[in-house]
């Protein structure tokens, strides 16, 4: 156990209190970064089907080392295997599992989070940047439930949950929870609602560093 | 653990309400649930919306469905069949409600609604009464109609082979409407033939995945609608 | 060989005389009634694969008696086979062929064809009767070719071959070409268009039973 | 006897002509048809406007027909991915067009564009910079974009296994955007690792019909992209 443990959430706790939100039986897509440590941390006794866009459901972990097949990967490109009872299938229909409402969860990684769910993820809209956008806004507008899990401020230190979203939308209203390394907020009507704070935080540290007004828990 | 495996035919079809809009798989006989049609029979719902390429044969089946007064709409390509007079009569009364849709744009408005498109542009029935009161837009230099997705709240299929997580295959043209109404509806019902353990299936062999499927009840020895059509038989 | 082969084509001729326009490797779709005869004559030295809406590719001969499976059947339920090679699939993709023009020919029954090639083959119009119209209107929208084999005349003796239909559309200026009983007939811009009389039979003697003005070969 | 199996790459890429449209299967490495767009580069077809998901990596395939000046236009949706610096250096020049699309969006306007759908709508990037210009409809109180159908004149594609009629499966993974692409194209060529007798597929597999495929190469020792990067090879 690392000192920092002490305050805050590390990536992997994030992950890991992400994870404990998913109930038995939920299919789920994780964005690619820290969403795809989720998969480590689903609790004992429940069993979560892993969607892929690429064309996989019932996805598993990582190959052993020298088991890697180039032609069974992620949406991020990385070397996976198949559990027993998964599926392949192409891209339109992969899609329609999305795109229909078929997937419970999806957890995404952000880049601002405004308060009525606004999500920004793909783009900073900075002219010179080579735009790519891949299945960020399918999943966004057709997955049940978004979760986001993102550190709370940038590597600068400026919020990323705001107000209203500067960078160009993924999609719009669409995030439920978000998990970030100082506490669990939900999206509500009245705007982000403390759910859980991280252990040694409290709630005017996290409100001092977001960018709109908190809700208490 | 995941295991989507219910009990009986009457457990499957328990929470279909009344006034439900069911989709019911087959095309004729071929793939039609005919164990949980008549198991819906004796749970009772009614008024019913119906969605199959047809209206059953005989007195069994979806034709003894629509004789037990359970349908009030029927959406359809082709209601007239051989050996099928219940909704002929009752249609010519006045009884039963028709939608009737060109084969291909039933299917298409099924996937539509299982895939999240709302609306698509068909050149299928421009020009034909079929397309009346329809929008009709001018794409590239040709006319096409606008039509809708179409969703279900259950779907009642039959398939091959299933296993725990609801991954399924057919047997040959008993595919047809089967994994399109199964992305389609809130809750997909299946009748299988066999029930395997996962990863009896090869994934790349799967025709519907799991994530389509809800609940499943093995039938080992279904019925042939068209050996009870031929003896008579009358459901229930 | 029946008497009437000396005047005119019967129903198995005007299968044969179509079967003959089909050519190797073509995918082809046949209605229901006589074009389903003409799987039996395609020429020698073709091979032609065939389409059923309710999902295969290769359809073969109808079964040995004893060996039908009423899981295997085509379009009109009639029990089929299928041809090593063939392939199934759901009436989502099966359709996608038909309306994505990937068919090349359909054959078709009509109850009435106009001279710009409106089709009218699924309802007489008449308020009473159970109205029915399968994959027909998908099947003349998508098709890239659809040819039609009908008598030249109706039981009662009407023109089948119009001016203008006064029975409810299948398509609009959809068909190409006409088998019946007396001739083979092409639709072009100028209108009807002899393309062969069959034996015994002049052009008057079409000309009479055709609802509008023919153009002769 | 239909067979449509051709005896090399170059034969199979002979008619694709200069400002062609080119879709060409895979998501990253899986599934890239690497023989084939080789042989695209020797045959020398340029102005080309390609689909893919990306833009490939390092300086062979997808990248180095990108290099090779050959794709005035890519249709993607990930044209940033590990080791693709080909297409982001054209682009920053202005000497590459882009047109960016949703993953699922341009998934589902090719499955449209082969199944004889000119026009869609969609829940997807409604709200966003990708909407921008694009009609939006309210259906059943929710916003949708219309999207269009987009075909090509070639697409090149690779499978598992492939008989004399075009039947054809894939790898795992690799399948993605394969079937979808070969119902979208005029004319399908498709690499195989294996050809096999028809028949040999069992027809309830079969993930590509046979009609939608027009030029059949067998590649059975087909390169690996991803050991070609690492090894900074270029092609030609």
């Known amino acids: 156990m690392s000192e920092e443990q002490n305050f805050g959430w590390n990536r992997e706790q994030m992950a890991e209190r992400a994870a404990q939100d998913i109930p038995n039986g939920a299919y789920v897509n994780l964005g690619i970064g820290i969403p795809e440590k989720v998969v480590r941390y689903v609790p004992e006794g429940r069993e979560v089907i892993y969607h892929t866009e690429n064309g996989l459901l019932g996805m598993g972990d990582a190959p052993e080392p020298g088991m890697e097949d180039p032609e069974l990967i992620n949406a991020g490109k990385k070397n996976v295997t198949a559990i027993p009872g998964a599926a392949y299938f192409h891209h339109a229909d992969s899609f329609s599992m999305i795109r229909g409402g078929h997937i419970d969860i999806c957890v995404l990684g952000a880049m601002q989070v405004a308060e009525n769910g606004d999500l920004a993820n793909w783009s900073t809209g900075n002219p010179d940047a080579i735009p790519a956008v891949g299945g960020a806004m399918d999943l966004v507008a057709g997955v049940k439930t978004i979760n986001v899990i993102t550190q709370h401020v940038t590597n600068k230190g400026y919020p990323k949950l705001v107000e209203k979203c500067t960078f160009p939308l993924t999609g719009v209203g669409v995030v439920s929870r978000i998990y970030t390394d100082l506490a669990v907020i939900d999206v509500t009507p009245e705007g982000f609602k403390i759910v859980e704070l991280a252990p040694g935080v409290d709630f005017d540290y996290v409100q001092e560093r977001t960018g709109c007004k908190l809700i208490a828990a | ?236």
Chains 1, 3 share one sequence.
Request: with cysteine.
């Open chain 2, 1 to 236: 653990m995941i295991n989507k495996q219910v009990n009986s035919v009457a457990q499957a079809v328990a929470n279909i309400h009344d006034g439900a809009t069911v989709m019911i798989g087959g095309f004729g006989e071929a793939g039609s649930p005919i164990e949980l049609i008549h198991a819906l029979i004796d749970q009772g719902a009614k008024n019913l919306t119906v969605v199959n390429n047809n209206t059953g044969s005989g007195h069994v089946g979806l034709a003894a469905l629509i004789e037990n007064k359970r349908v009030s709409k029927m959406i359809c390509s082709f209601p007239r069949t051989a050996n099928s007079t219940v909704f002929p009569e009752l249609y010519t009364k006045g009884e039963i409600e028709l939608e009737l849709v060109p084969q291909g744009t039933l299917a298409e408005r099924i996937r539509a609604g299982g895939a999240g498109v709302p609306a698509f542009y068909t050149a299928t029935s421009v020009g034909t009464p079929l397309a009346e009161g329809k929008e009709v837009r001018s794409i590239d230099g040709r006319d096409y109609v606008l039509e809708y997705g179409l969703k279900a709240d259950f779907s009642l299929i039959k398939c091959l082979r299933a296993d725990r997580y609801g991954n399924l295959v057919y047997n040959k043209t008993a595919r047809n409407f089967a994994p399109i109404m199964a992305m389609a509806a809130e809750t997909t019902i299946v009748q299988t033939k066999e029930f395997v353990n996962a990863g009896e299936i090869d994934p790349e062999v799967v025709v519907t995945p799991g994530i389509f499927v809800d609940q499943i009840v093995t039938v080992d020895s279904p019925l042939h609608e068209s050996e009870l059509v031929a003896a008579g038989e009358v459901y229930p």
